[in-house]
């Protein structure tokens, strides 16, 4: 064997030693390791537009305005319904938002 495959040999083996020592302590601590990520990344704060597209926001649907003086029970009818339907996007929501941050959830 040459010296240059020989000092390969010994980078690699060492190499190789330092990953299975680190995967070794690693697997061993590993609910520690879970814990202290899990703690770390509750105390993260998250800007919104990585949460929500500020594009995607402003063209999110609005409900335009009626005037309910008329008599067009259609255009009545429609804007009654798109406002039905916001507003159950709104308590869908409003609920998945009160749940996800429930304190059963944070003391799991």
């Not at 064997?1 to 000092?7: E, G, H, I, L």
């Not at 429930?102 to 003391?107: E, F, G, I, K, N």
């Amino acid at each position: 064997m040459t010296k240059a495959k020989k000092w390969r040999l010994w980078r690699w083996g060492i190499a190789l030693a330092i990953i299975l020592i680190l995967g070794t302590v690693g697997f061993v601590r590993r609910t520690q390791i879970a814990a202290g990520l899990s703690n770390w990344l509750t105390q993260q704060t998250i800007p919104f537009n990585w949460v929500v597209s500020p594009d995607a926001a402003a063209a999110q649907e609005t409900v335009k305005g009626v005037s309910l003086d008329g008599n067009d029970a259609k255009q009545r009818a429609s804007a009654l319904a798109a406002f039905s339907e916001a507003q159950q996007r709104f308590i869908v929501a409003d609920q998945n938002y009160t749940t996800f941050l429930a304190p059963q959830r944070l003391s799991d």
